[in-house]
């Protein structure tokens, strides 16, 4: 591993994501790509930035309440989501790529429990880079607090049914900083 060659995949990404460059995030996520392998880079090197269920600043009794009620559909009652939050999710050019409620959320995040692309045998990518991946997508929704909430509620609402989609213990205790 050279972190060279993480500074010049970090760098192409910046100019992807440049206000005056238009890609799109499917092309974006292409050419990067594309760079990961040629550097052989993998994801989790380029990931420094990412989720981090200790940045998460909603309290326990709030998450809890989350776990243990209904899922109502609205959007607003997901731990560490606002109004705020609540319309960049509902922005987008396609029905795709707009998030108005709960269940639409919860859609997306098991969208992006894909296949490993960097193995052949088609299995699902561990949790730690589903989660990851969940953290970036909302930061490309431009949700620029409480995204290390947002992902833990979901991630742990969804353990529940789907055990093992998410693994807690791989984090640590908050303790352990």
Not at 45 to 56: F, I
Request: net charge negative.
């Amino acid at each position: 591993y050279d972190p060279r060659n993480n500074e010049r995949c970090k760098k192409i990404e910046s100019l992807l994501t440049a206000p005056h460059i238009h890609v799109s995030a499917k092309r974006r996520e292409s050419i990067t790509e594309r760079v990961r392998r040629k550097h052989r880079i993998t994801k989790a090197s380029t990931m420094a930035e990412g989720y981090d269920p200790r940045k998460s600043r909603v309290s326990d009794d709030t998450l809890n309440q989350f776990l243990r009620g209904k899922i109502s559909g609205n959007i607003e009652d997901v731990p560490g989501i606002g109004p705020a939050a609540a319309k960049r999710l509902a922005e987008g050019d396609t029905d795709d790529e707009r998030v108005t409620n709960t269940y639409q959320l919860i859609g997306k995040f098991l969208m992006l429990k894909g296949a490993d692309e960097e193995s052949d045998t088609n299995e699902p990518i561990p949790p730690g880079e589903h989660v990851n991946r969940f953290w970036h997508w909302l930061a490309e929704k431009d949700i620029k607090s409480h995204r290390s909430a947002i992902v833990k509620a979901i991630a742990e609402k969804m353990n529940q049914s789907m055990p093992g989609i998410y693994d807690a213990d791989a984090y640590g205790s908050d303790d352990d900083e």
